[in-house]
């Protein structure tokens, strides 16, 4: 399958996936803020955040399963920096007050200045490390 092929279904169901949530339910599909919710459980709240995310690992799991060899893992990582990066990442949409998904996708559709500010810091921040670790270390 064609890699744009399979960019566009993907950002199709996640903006599908992003909207039914809303319209559905009314919360906003920030995976933090969602794991968050499981993480530290309010009544009422843990059903649907779990189904979320078991549908997210399950569509993970199909695709990989339909198309074989679609993901190759990259060499030459050591794990422990793969792990200090994950802890990262998750200080990183706390202290950003969500993730790439809840003000990427979620934010900018709804014309958040918020959003946009954060995704230009995402954005600027990915740009500069990726010339660094490529060109500079």
């Known amino acids: 399958m064609s890699t744009w092929i399979s960019a566009l279904a993907g950002g199709v169901l996640i903006g599908l996936a992003a909207t039914l949530l809303l319209w559905l339910t009314g919360r906003i599909a920030g995976i933090s803020g969602i794991v968050g919710g499981v993480l530290q459980p309010r009544q009422g709240e843990v059903a649907w955040r779990a189904a979320f995310l078991v549908g997210l690992i ?54 958040s200045l918020r959003s946009l500010a954060a995704v230009l810091t995402f954005m600027v921040t990915a740009i500069v490390t990726t010339y660094i670790v490529r060109h500079v270390a």
């Open 58 to 111: 399950a569509a993970g799991a199909a695709w990989l399963w339909l198309v074989p060899g679609a993901y190759t893992p990259r060499q030459g990582f050591p794990p422990v920096l793969l792990v200090v990066a994950g802890l990262l990442v998750g200080f990183g949409t706390r202290l950003g007050n969500g993730c790439t998904s809840g003000h990427g996708v979620c934010g900018l559709g709804r014309l």
